[in-house]
């Protein structure tokens, strides 16, 4: 053996011809050399590293094959410990094998436009089932066992082999009804996704939704982590809030929840550490599709929704004119085109307005991420600056189409001009009648003033 035939990538293809032929067959058209179809030796030399793409015999399925495929990439990863044919996915006999422990981690997102979690075996592009059968890219790694010589190339074939056999195993017995199951809730989390602007929705939180997070080392991020352990209260619709019944078009089951209304404002209000911010990311990974036991099954929101945080940054050009009458000094051009290193406020509201110009249909706002003092006004503050709480209280059409969800807990003016307000006690949803909370805020203010009068007596 010479050149490039001395390396195992110089072997991969001749190894998958061997591989080739049997259920499980070696997925030619999808093979990408040195992407999903590959042979290396790790950095760490200890270890032969190996991606090939596999095409199994599986019933079509024209709707929901993406749960599907979740059920079965979960059941050969769970598999693992019984099947020690199995092991080369999580590394099992590696000096490293807690380098492939991605491979293993358990997913519960089955369907996201997003990028997250895409080093992690899910259903994905590569990982789906479509007329050909079901597509799989088996990931993992063996012990280096040298050079590439007859003998080693029939020992890396061998185990291969008998890996893909074992998959071939686990995915027959996998139960016709988890399968079932698992595409009537792809469709009818789809379907209901497809639903809501006909029902004048933007998102759907259906009763049950468990919404906390657990983050693992792998699932560092809200829209790809799964459930909480331990105490988890589920989210129940408030009577107050007007629940909405749907009908789902993949189990024909009944449910009811929460529905957030087109262009309407919608408080999430709350003492700390309630479950305010965890609502919204909720209600962000309500773009996703996720598998039974994640929680977030019955929460669909329609896709592009934007976030406004604070955060210094240089602007160019950006329109902040819905807030800023004035540049402040050190900034360049006009309100409606600003440019120089923006402070938080700037860069928040340059983020409100580029939202609400592209019509998104969700605009999320977090307290515990925000300029407050561009959501609510003080007393020493400019009159060249209007307060996001001033702006809907005198124009509201600028929101147009959108539909702004903002989690407060001191910004008692801004929660006063919300059509509806959801309140999180004890990690509990109730509702609060805004007449009642502004006739509250009233009471406190008075108590305020006459509390400031008495100190100048």
């Given amino acids: 053996m010479s050149g490039a035939a001395e390396s195992w990538q110089g072997q991969v293809h001749r190894i998958i011809a061997d591989l080739d032929g049997g259920r499980v067959r070696i997925d030619r058209e999808a093979a990408r050399d040195l992407v999903n179809t590959y042979l290396v030796r790790s950095l760490d030399t200890t270890a032969l590293r190996f991606s090939i793409p596999v095409l199994l015999p599986v019933q079509i399925f024209d709707l929901g094959g993406d749960g599907a495929v979740g059920v079965i ?17 999580a590394g ?25 979690g895409t080093n992690l075996w899910r259903p994905d592009n590569e990982n789906r089932i479509d007329g050909s059968g079901l597509h799989l890219v088996v990931r993992g790694a063996l012990p280096y066992p040298g050079p590439p010589t007859h003998a080693t190339v029939r020992e890396v074939l ?27 809730l792809s469709i009818d989390q789809k379907a209901l996704r497809r639903a809501l602007p006909k029902m004048g929705l933007v998102a759907f939180i259906g009763d049950g939704t468990r919404p906390a997070r657990q983050f693992t080392q792998f699932r560092c991020h809200h829209r790809i982590a ?62 996703d599709d996720h598998a039974a036991g994640d929680g977030r099954e019955l929460l669909v929101s329609l896709g592009g929704i934007a976030q406004a945080e604070a955060g210094e940054r240089h602007l160019d050009r950006a329109d902040v004119s819905l807030f800023f009458g004035r540049l402040p000094p050190g900034i360049d051009g006009h309100p409606g085109a600003a440019s120089g290193q923006g402070s938080g406020s700037l860069v928040m509201a340059h983020e409100i307005q580029t939202a609400l110009s592209a019509g998104v249909p969700i605009l999320i706002l977090d307290e515990d991420r925000s300029a407050t003092n561009l959501l609510v006004p003080g007393c020493l ?29 001191s910004l008692d003016i801004l929660i006063a001009q919300a059509d509806r307000i959801l309140q999180l006690s004890g990690h509990e949803a109730r509702g609060l009648d805004p007449r009642e909370f502004r006739r509250r805020l009233d009471r406190y203010l008075v108590e305020v003033r006459e509390h400031l009068a008495a100190k100048d007596r």
Avoid: M
Avoid at 75 to 88: H, N, Q, S, W, Y
Avoid at 398 to 406: N, P, S
């Fill in 73 to 89: 990439i979960e059941a050969i990863k769970a598999a693992v410990p019984t099947e020690r044919d199995l092991g080369p996915i």
């Fill in 226 to 287: 799964g459930p909480k352990e331990g105490t988890h209260i589920p989210f129940r619709c408030p009577l107050e809030l007007d629940p909405v019944e749907v009908e789902l078009a993949g189990s024909g089951r009944v449910v009811t929840g929460l529905g957030l209304q087109r262009r309407e404002v919608f408080a999430v209000a709350g003492s700390n550490a309630e479950g305010k911010s965890t609502f919204l990311h909720a209600v962000i990974a309500g773009q």
């Fill in 92 to 116: 099992i006999g590696t000096e490293h094998p807690a380098h492939c422990l991605q491979n293993v981690e358990p997913v519960t997102l089955i369907a996201s436009n997003s990028a997250l």
């Fill in 381 to 409: 503050q400019s009159g060249e600056v209007t307060p996001l709480s001033t702006l809907l209280a005198t124009r509201r059409e600028a929101l147009g189409e959108t539909t702004l969800i903002y989690a407060a807990s």
């Fill in 158 to 184: 061998e185990r291969l082999g008998s890996l893909l056999e074992a998959i071939d195993r686990v995915v027959r017995r996998v139960p016709e009804r988890d399968l079932a199951a698992a595409r009537e």
